[in-house]
């Protein structure tokens, strides 16, 4: 089974706003990564954060990782239609080189 | 960052036929490399983790007679599909190990298989 649940699975909001997705996951982990993914192409990495890391910040994003609950969150800020994509979290086990992906959340924003 | 190419990026097959799919890191060798299968609307699945000089490593569920893995060199990782049919169809990804400290995967742009 896939190591990561997202929620929401579907977000829509106007330009402007902010966008909030969490990813939850099981076992211990190496370090979490979110991607972006625009509609039948390819990922683009956005950010890594590490275990023993629980914020970090890049432009308009923000990840946080809470190890204890497992869980993480990705923010956009001041949205833009261009963010309209899906957004996936996935994470490396501890002691492998494996990433397991999320559910992923779909993101549309509103001109 | 480093550069993952992979090569058709899409490619129509009559039901029965095999496809290969070549997955190469452009600027830095990789020892290890990884093969994902995405359906429409959901997200990437690992099927098998390919090992450049050995036997790639499959994930509970994919059948490794039906998803041959080759890795013969430090820059390339080919994946055929053999005698492929309809419930095959699907974007596949392919990433790479470039090692370091976080163990950083850069990812191909996928191939959209589609299998009439």
């Known amino acids: 089974s896939q190591q990561g649940e997202e929620d929401p699975q579907a977000l829509s909001i106007q330009e402007g706003e902010n966008a909030t997705m969490n990813c939850s996951y099981k076992t211990s982990i190496n370090n979490l990564q979110w991607y972006r993914q625009n509609s039948g192409r390819g990922l683009v990495h956005l950010i890594l954060i590490r275990s023993n890391e629980r914020e970090k910040h890049s432009g308009r994003l923000r990840v946080t990782l809470d190890t204890s609950k497992k869980s993480s969150s990705l923010l956009i800020t001041a949205s833009r239609a261009a963010d309209t994509a899906s957004y996936f979290c996935a994470t490396a086990l501890s002691g492998t080189y494996k990433y397991i992906f999320g559910t992923g959340t779909r993101l549309k924003v509103l001109a | 960052g480093a550069v993952v190419s992979q090569h058709p990026s899409w490619v129509i097959c009559k039901s029965g036929t095999s496809v290969k799919i070549e997955c190469r890191s452009l600027d830095f060798q990789a020892t290890t490399m990884f093969w994902y299968r995405q359906f429409p609307k959901q997200s990437l699945m690992l099927m098998a983790t390919s090992n450049e000089g050995s036997k790639a490593t499959y994930e509970q569920g994919v059948e490794k007679d039906k998803f041959l893995i080759n890795h013969a060199s430090l820059t390339l990782s080919t994946l055929t599909v053999t005698s492929a049919h309809p419930e095959d169809s699907s974007f596949y990804i392919c990433?790479?190990?470039?090692?370091?400290?976080?163990?950083?995967?850069?990812f191909g742009p996928g191939t959209r298989l589609t299998v009439l």
């Open positions: 990433s790479a190990l470039a090692g370091g400290p976080n163990n950083e995967q850069f």
